[in-house]
């Protein structure tokens, strides 16, 4: 399957939150989920108790649709997660929020991770001074994150500059906004990662 091209709220209804892929639009009252809680094509609630399986397969979507991933994609982070030591929902939260395009996102330097995605795919974004055009690229901690020096001084990367830091920055990066860079101080925690989600629900559901 390709990627989703579509309208991204029908993706907020289909799981019923919010996932912040408008970028700012997300905060205002026009935010499709404010408006419309219901399902896409679903014109009254249903009574019936929703199944165990899609319970997990929900939450499997929310993740996906959050960090903008295919599905094998999806299951190769997950596969990788299931050989590490510990606790596997949460290795695959540390895993998706390592990626590059998620960093830029998580560094103000980007209002979505669409957008951050762009960037990265455009070739403006280095690591380490060097040019990472690949977006599922995992950075480690130390690793320094910024703008091509040509690009810094394209007008979308000054606006970005102009418009300051909107969202808080986790503590496991370190961003000097003026200098449009980012240094990876550390691993992200469970504690760090703002994505609301029962992990244990997506490792059941490939457990199946």
């Known amino acids: 399957m390709g990627r989703y091209t ?6 907020c209804r289909q799981v019923g939150d919010k996932l912040y892929l408008k970028g700012d639009r997300c905060y205002t009252p026009k935010c499709s989920v404010e408006k419309r809680r219901r399902p896409p094509g679903v014109q009254r609630p249903s009574r019936r108790r929703p199944s165990d399986y899609s319970v997990r397969l929900r939450e499997k979507q929310k993740v996906r649709y959050t960090y903008g991933i295919r599905e094998g994609q999806f299951l190769r982070n997950m596969n990788e997660a299931q050989r590490q030591p510990g606790i596997t929902g949460q290795y695959l ?7 590059l395009d998620n960093v830029v996102y998580r560094s103000n330097f980007a209002d979505s991770r669409n957008q951050s995605r762009q960037f990265v795919r455009h070739g403006h974004i280095t690591v380490n001074g060097k040019k990472v055009d690949i977006p599922s690229f995992i950075v480690r901690a130390g690793d320094v994150i910024g703008w091509k020096p040509v690009s810094g001084q394209r007008e979308f990367a000054q606006n970005v500059k102009a418009s300051g830091i909107k969202r808080v920055v986790p503590r496991w990066l370190d961003v000097n906004h003026d200098q449009l860079t980012g240094r990876v101080v550390s691993l992200p925690e469970t504690g760090d990662i703002d994505v609301t989600v029962d992990t244990r629900l997506i490792v059941e559901f490939y457990s199946r």
């Not at 939260?93 to 990626?99: D, I, S």
């Open 93 to 99: 939260l540390q895993l998706l929020e390592r990626r």
């Open 6 to 11: 579509g309208p991204v709220c029908r993706l």
